[in-house]
């Protein structure tokens, strides 16, 4: 099997540009999958405090007998945890749950720009965690460029990654862009839209033509469009089949086939608007 490349963030962390998400996974189920992952070769796995998995995946890590240091952990802070105070408390939660010492990416999940609690207040703690040496590197989910634009402005530390919405049926190019311009890393949530864009018949006749699957061309137009990837299946075969992206090649046009099917259309919530908060 072909290795994972890895990208440099912008402090120097090499980031496996494929890994393994947790979303929507039970917790009963999630040691199980996460150890099928290892298993299969992924090691990079994208968790989340609110997945409320976090446990499961320190749990499948450790029983893997891989070392920690081979294994990139990112997990994100809870809705409910905005304020400073909460934020630092949530994190060592966090450390505690996943059993590490050391957290390798966390990240502010969403922006909640009409909540009583200003994103600036939060990205401050995540500064303070990351003075504290305990996470290698910190970044942002669901956040637009004018949400990145005020962290400029006001905080130390620029994101090392965004994670956003992005798959075929939402290209989000533009703000991939402006990731891009300020040494971000992008990093692409529900990459098959969670399976969605698999009957396109655009993507099924590449797919076709390159004796490949669906997932796996849409999986590969996000690797070779430069962002980080981590879909999630429980299905081992589905699990091999997203691993097996390093060893064939989309060529321009193809690439440019899928990008033409953007049509601006979420899956998930608009970041500008999402305002749930846990409990
Ligand atoms: P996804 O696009 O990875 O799709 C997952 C679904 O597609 C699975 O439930 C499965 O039914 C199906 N699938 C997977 N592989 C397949 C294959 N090879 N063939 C056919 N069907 C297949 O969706 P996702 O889980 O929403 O996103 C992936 C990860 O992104 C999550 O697990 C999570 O880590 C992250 N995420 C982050 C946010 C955020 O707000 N930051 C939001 C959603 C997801």
């Not at 090691?43 to 499948?60: L, S």
């Not at 004018?146 to 402005?153: A, P, V």
Request: charged share 25%.
């Amino acid at each position: 099997m072909a290795p994972v490349p890895t990208i440099a963030l912008n402090n120097g962390v090499e980031i496996p540009q494929l890994g393994f998400g947790v979303y929507q996974i039970p917790p009963e189920e999630t040691a199980a999958a996460v150890r099928t992952a290892l298993e299969v070769g992924y090691r990079h796995i994208d968790t989340a405090e609110m997945y409320g998995n976090e446990k499961e995946v320190g749990q499948a890590v450790r029983e893997s007998g891989i070392d920690r240091s081979e294994v990139f952990l990112t997990s994100k802070l809870d809705n409910g945890f905005h304020r400073r105070d909460d934020a630092l408390r949530a994190f060592d939660q966090t450390l505690a749950d996943l059993g590490v010492d050391q957290l390798d990416l966390f990240l502010v999940h969403w922006p909640l720009p009409t909540i009583d609690v200003d994103y600036v207040e939060t990205w401050k703690a995540m500064e303070e965690i990351y003075a504290s040496g305990r996470c290698r590197a910190i970044g942002v989910s669901n956040f637009q460029a004018h949400h990145l634009r005020r962290l400029f402005g006001e905080t130390q530390v620029r994101p090392a990654v965004n994670q956003i919405e992005a798959h075929p049926y939402l290209a989000n190019d533009e703000l991939r862009a402006f990731d891009a311009d300020h040494e971000i890393v992008t990093e692409a949530w529900s990459p098959i839209a969670q399976g969605k864009v698999l009957d396109d018949p655009a993507i099924t006749a590449i797919a076709e033509g390159l004796g490949r699957t669906p997932a796996q061309v849409v999986l590969r137009w996000h690797v070779q469009r430069g962002d980080v990837v981590f879909p999630k299946s429980v299905t081992r075969s589905r699990v091999e089949e997203n691993f097996a992206l390093f060893d064939f090649e989309l060529d321009q046009g193809q690439m440019a086939t899928i990008t033409g099917l953007d049509r601006g259309e979420r899956t998930g919530p608009d970041p500008d608007t999402f305002d749930y908060v846990p409990r």
